[in-house]
Structure formats: C-alpha cells, structure tokens
C-alpha cells in the first residue's frame, strides 16, 4: 500500500526562513514608500537662494584674494589660513551652479553622474576645510595675544601654517575621492536624480566619514568659542584696567569683531550639524518617511546657511585684515572720487590734499591695529 503525503500549503511552511532576503525585500519596500517624499516645496527658494550666493561668494572671494595677492604686505599665519579659506569658498562657489542647474531643472540631472558626486563632494570638502581652518585662526589668534610673537617665532608659525594647510588639503581631497570613486547603493536611481536624500545600507564607512567631519566641526567650534571668549575677556580687561593708553578704545573695537566672527561661525554652521546627527541616523537605520522626509528638509535648509558662510567671510577679511579692509576703502573711495571729478570740474585740486592725509591717517590707525591683533 503506498502512503501518499499532503502537498497542501500547511505541510510546505516549515522550510526555514531566508532572513537576508526577507530583509533585502523590507528595504525595498520601506524604500519604495519614501520616494514619494515630497521634493518640489524647496526647489524654487532653493535655485533662488543659491544663485544669490554664488554672485555674492565670486565678487567677495575674487576681491579678496585680489587683495591677498597684488598687495604687499607682512605675510603671517593667519594671512596664509586666510588666503587658504578663500581659495575653499571659491571652489565651494564653483559647485553652485551645478545645484542651481538641478533645483532649476525640476529636481532632475540631465548631466553625468560622476560629474554630480564630483561637484557634490567638492562642495562638503571646500565646507568642512573652511570650518577647520577657521578654528586654527581662533586658536593662532589667541596664542599670540596671550604669548606674544617675535620675528622669529612668527616666521616659525607661518611655517607652520603652510604645513597644516597643506595636510588639511591632502586629507580632504583623499576623503573626497574616495566618496567619488565609491560605487553608489541605487546607480540607476542616481542617474536622473542627484543632491539628493540615500539611505546608506551597506555602506556604513560612508557614514563613518560623515561622523568623522560632524566631530570635527565640534571640535573646531569649542575651539573657536574658548579661544575668541578669552581672547575679548582679555581685550575687554585690558581696556578697562588701563583706559589712558593710546589704544585702549581699539582693543574693545577688537573684541567686538571676535564675537561678530563667533556669531556668523554659529549662525551658518550649527544648525546644519545639530540636523546632521539625525540626518545621518535616519541614513543607517529604517526609519518611518515622516521622519526622513523631515531630516531631508531640515538638511537643505541649514545646508543654505552653510554655503552662505562664503559670502560671509569677505566681510571676516575685511575685519580680520588691515590690507584687505586698507584696499577696500581704498577702492570705494577712488570710485566715489571719480563720481565727484565727472559731476563738478576742478573738484580734484580741491579734495587732493584731503585724501592724502586721510590716506596717512589710515595707514597709521591700520598699523596700530595690525600690531594689537597679530594681524
């Protein structure tokens, strides 16, 4: 007698579950869902606000740099950090039109992907070089203040300061190339779509990198907070301990400038990296779309006030640099002179020697300033 065995579907459901598969099929399926987050809400302001920023960032770097490099004047340390932080926002510029050619295009890339991970990468690298940068000037600054710097220790720490910049450029451009050359979790999603929010299953050296530069960040912004603190708090007690020496007004003047740079540092670049820590989880765990949807907002957001940093630091130049603030007023006034000679003839024999000891005047006060700041 031959025994038969049933093949309804209760007898076939003990085979053992394939837990990598049924994982693989629950993040596509939890991925399928978010693509339906919504994109178009910022895509205008977006396209807006960076083509702002690009013309502002290229006339304020391009003039400072024309000033770092065709006046002369006392090469130091924080000149080099400067000229370094201008060549970053330049480059952090360059990769705006490519995010304003996306926004503009409804959120699609119509050019080559390699060419979006290039310009996107670019962008986070010249970002995070600024940041660090800016926390070695607050860190070079203060020092100097507090110890002093003679000739020759001074031409040690511009030595010094060309080395660190050099290594922070190696390193950023070796991070970035390696994220460029790194193949992509979703390729063919990549190919119409870029700047976008990726979840980074699978790729957590990814994620590892992006940790890497938030503690960075932090590590640079106490820096710049303890460092311009005591550099004001001793600016401040200085001024009011002797209020008869000759300077005793400019150093409050400098103390002021310290907290201004430590407000614009603040406004531009903590909100992004407080949203950047839930970016990043929401990036590495499965995580409901509410919640991604609202870290992808939340990052585009703060990322503007990131990249308004660049048009910013001109304005750090101005006040950080005799030269840089010497040749600006210089040029203002020389275009303001030139209206004056085209509207009232003879004008030129008249406000001459005016223009000449105020010239004097200012070379003196920048001077004066130049010796009190280190700058």
Known sequence: MTKTFSTSPAATTFQPPNTSLFLTTMTNDIDNDCRSVDEEALRIPLAVSYSIIFVLGLVGNFVALWVFFCVHSKKNSVRVFLINIAFADMLLVACLPFRIL????????????????????????????????????????????????????????????????????????????????SKSNSESDSVRRCFHYKTLYGA???????????????????????????????????????????????????????????????????????????????????????????ADKANEVTLLFSALNSCLDPVMYFLLSSSVRKEVLRLVNNMLCVRDLAGVSGSSSTHEPDSRSGKTDTDLKEKAESNQTGL
Request: proline share 3%; charged share 15%; glycine share 4%.
């Open 204 to 294: 957590e050296w990814k994620a590892n990198i992006n940790i890497f530069v938030v503690i960075v960040f932090w590590l640079a912004f106490i820096a710049l907070v303890m460092s311009y603190g005591k550099i004001a708090q001793t600016l401040l007690r200085t001024s009011q301990e002797k209020p008869d020496l000759p300077n005793a007004t400019r150093y409050t003047r400098t103390a002021k400038k310290s907290f201004f740079i430590l407000f614009v540092f603040t406004l531009c670049f903590v909100p992004y990296h407080m949203v950047r820590v839930f970016y990043i989880k929401t990036q590495i765990t499965h995580t409901p779309c509410y919640w991604r949807e609202l």
């Open 102 to 181: 996306y926004h503009s295009n409804g959120n699609i890339w119509n050019l080559n992907p390699t060419l979006c991970k290039v310009a996107g990468n670019l962008f986070y690298m010249n970002m995070y070089i600024s940041v660090t940068l800016l926390g070695l000037i607050s860190v070079d600054r203060y020092l100097k203040i507090h110890r002093g710097a003679g000739t020759k220790r001074r031409l040690q720490s511009r030595k010094w300061s060309c080395a660190l910049c050099a290594l922070i450029w190696i390193v950023s451009f070796i991070l970035a190339l390696a994220l460029v050359v």
